[in-house]
């Protein structure tokens, strides 16, 4: 079971908002500690999307965005393209176990 | 062109050992931590391992004891020395780039292809 905890699938249709939540504890993203979020398409490596909860690296569109408030995190894509179907995954830090920790993933559908 | 290039993957027996390299080109290595991070088939990423700037190292319970990250900075190159291995071991490993020493970022920035693990009999 991952330490931070996210739900197996969303889905939605093209050109809709979806949003993808990220749900830790006060060991980290409650212990004040940044969530970054990852792409993953199929049979590729992780892409950094989000870090430091809201910050896009260059090269990624503004309708991804990313937010954190108290012990949870979300991801929003709106104006959703098939493009964006993928495994979603969010991360942290926890302070107790001194782990980089990461949400058990999520797959988005874009119906 | 900033890249990580993994190698040393394979298939071994459980309780072998196997050692994975990263190659980093297009950034200057010493000055960032980097990471092990492994994915089953199917499955989610797990965090397996962390180097700092100073050579400081990190493991999750599942693989301390047993794995052993290092880096040499002359050669741009991380390893991965993988001990004891276990079915459960068996995963991609990909060698991902840190935060920026001295920053406070705790993201991996940059990622590998992978390198494929089979642990068998």
């Known amino acids: 079971q991952s330490v931070l905890t996210q739900p197996p699938s969303v889905s939605g249709a093209p050109g809709q908002r979806v949003t993808i939540s990220c749900t830790g504890s006060?060991?980290?993203?409650?212990?004040?500690?940044?969530v970054h979020w990852y792409q993953q398409l199929p049979g590729t490596a992780p892409k950094l999307l989000i870090y430091?909860?809201?910050n896009r690296p260059s090269g990624v569109p503004d309708r991804l965005s990313g937010s954190k408030s108290g012990t949870s995190a979300s991801l929003a894509i709106s104006g959703l393209q098939a493009e964006d179907e993928a495994d979603y995954y969010c991360?942290?830090?926890?302070?107790?176990?001194?782990?980089?920790?990461f949400g058990g993933g999520t797959k988005l559908t874009v119906l | 062109e900033v890249q990580l290039v993994e190698s040393g993957g394979g298939f071994v027996q459980p309780g072998g050992s196997l050692r994975l390299s990263c190659a980093a080109s297009?950034?200057?290595?010493?000055?960032?931590?980097m990471h092990w991070v492994r994915q089953a088939t199917g499955k989610g990423l797990e965090w397996v391992s962390g180097?700092?700037?100073?050579?400081?190292?990190y493991y999750p319970d599942s693989v301390k004891g047993r794995f052993i990250i290092s880096r040499e900075n002359a050669w741009n190159s991380l390893d991965l020395q993988m001990n004891s291995l276990r079915a459960g071991d068996t995963a991609v490993y990909y060698c991902?780039?840190?935060?920026?020493?001295?920053?406070?970022?705790?993201?991996?920035?940059?990622w590998g292809t992978g390198t494929a693990v089979t642990v068998s009999s």
């Open positions: 991902a780039r840190g935060g920026e020493g001295g920053s406070r970022r705790l993201d991996m920035d940059v």
């Open positions: 297009g950034f200057t290595f010493s000055s960032y931590d």
């Open positions: 180097i700092g700037t100073a050579g400081e190292t």
């Open positions: 006060s060991s980290n993203i409650g212990a004040g500690y940044d």
């Open positions: 430091g909860n809201n």
């Open positions: 991360q942290s830090y926890d302070s107790s176990l001194r782990n980089w920790v």
